[in-house]
Structures are given as C-alpha cells and as structure tokens.
C-alpha cells in the first residue's frame, strides 16, 4: 500500500521560489488584506502581474509577445 500523503509535487517550472518583497505602511498593509480575502498574498501577485502585462503590451504598441500566467490554466 502507497503511505505518499497529501498533493503531488508540483513540476520544477511551476514552483514559486523567488521571494519579492516590498515595504508598506500599516495602512497600506490593511488595505491589500481587506481586497485580497482569504488569500491577500495570491491577490496581491495576480493584481501586480496583469498591471506588469499591460504595461509592457502598452509599451511595446499592443503586441506582448511574453507570455504572463499566474496559473497553468491561463487564466490571467
């Protein structure tokens, strides 16, 4: 009989390893935890990640040839 428990691994290129981190006031701090629900950290990531995309498909005249995924799915 199998003893593995809990989720499988996740695949080397999906694993998030890289910490970013950024300085906020108390208020500020507030403000993301009360938008972000139960989760404020994946909140906060997939909120910055569609601004970072647009930005760079302004910038680069409506065509963003990088491809930015919060998840597998695609979804963002």
Do not use: C, H, N
Not at 12 to 18: A, F, L, T, V, Y
């Amino acid at each position: 009989m199998d003893e593995t428990r809990g989720r499988p691994p996740k695949p080397e290129k999906d694993r998030r390893k890289i910490r970013f981190q950024v300085r906020l006031s108390p208020a500020e701090l507030e403000a993301i935890e009360r938008a972000g629900g139960d989760k404020p950290s994946t909140w906060a990531r997939e909120v910055l990640l569609k601004a970072a995309k647009r930005k760079v498909t302004a910038e680069r005249g409506g065509y963003d040839p990088i491809r930015v995924d919060t998840d597998p799915s695609g979804s963002l």
